[in-house]
């Protein structure tokens, strides 16, 4: 199946601990992005990427850190910087940047 | 920064009416998209629209472009369980500008 795959589902993170979220795209996508979503809000981008070995931040980046090593691939992570992780994350990718963006089922974090 | 005001921020409706709910912004947009999110999941995309004044269908669902460039419509005719979610409307302001997404309008059908 062609799709988005994040991975896990479900994800607990001790406080101070750093948590990575996996996001791969089997599309040959050019652009991929992460959102954060909280409940009655509209998604906030954290970090995107136009093309391989290249990303910039979005509007919500402080606490967050990317890489984009291969195309398909796009992991997050969330670092102990970031003070209020509690979220549901969702990774979209796009043909490119002025396409429409397509979605992963999310990852909802969730603090211990 | 740009925002995109949804309205309205949830309906409570009857099996088998129609729905309309809108997305406007304070400068013009050349880009509407239109998603609809189930609980647990990934926002889906509805319909794409890239002309002002432009009019797509996608089954019961229809989505127009404003001729100001300054908002988008969404109608759902003939309301049935499975279109319960939450709709967000999302629009690119330029075309090298990300694309900013409205903060959704959640679904309810009544039986």
């Known amino acids: 199946d062609g799709g988005i795959t994040q991975s896990p589902k479900y994800l607990f993170r001790k406080e101070g601990q750093n948590v990575t979220l996996s996001c791969e795209q089997n599309?040959?996508?050019?652009?991929m992005y992460w959102y954060r979503q909280d409940p009655g809000q509209g998604l906030r981008l954290i970090y995107y990427?136009?093309?391989?070995?290249?990303?910039q931040k979005g509007d919500i980046a402080e606490g967050y850190s990317v890489s984009r090593e291969k195309k398909e691939s796009f992991p997050l992570t969330v670092t102990s910087a970031q003070k209020n992780p509690t979220a549901f994350y969702l990774c979209?990718?796009?043909?490119?940047?002025?396409?429409?963006?397509?979605f992963g089922d999310g990852t909802r974090l969730s603090i211990l | 920064g740009q925002q995109l005001n949804q309205s309205p921020q949830s309906m409570f409706i009857q099996e088998g009416e129609d729905v309309s709910m809108n997305c406007t912004s304070s400068?013009?947009?050349?880009?509407w998209l239109w998603y609809k999110q189930e609980p647990g999941e990934g926002p889906v995309l509805l319909i794409a629209?890239?002309?002002?004044?432009e009019l797509t269908s996608n089954g019961r669902l229809t989505a127009q472009f404003g001729i100001t460039r300054k908002d988008s419509f969404l109608n759902i005719s003939a309301s049935i369980p499975s279109d319960v979610g939450i709709y967000f409307c999302?629009?690119?302001?330029?075309?090298?500008?990300?694309?900013?997404f409205g903060k959704g309008t959640r679904l309810h059908i009544l039986p």
């Open positions: 979209a990718s796009s043909e490119d940047s002025h396409q429409p963006q397509h």
């Open positions: 599309l040959n996508h050019d652009a």
């Open positions: 990427s136009q093309i391989v070995n290249d990303f």
């Open positions: 400068s013009i947009f050349n880009t």
């Open positions: 629209l890239y002309k002002a004044g």
């Open positions: 999302a629009g690119r302001p330029g075309w090298d500008d990300k694309i900013i």
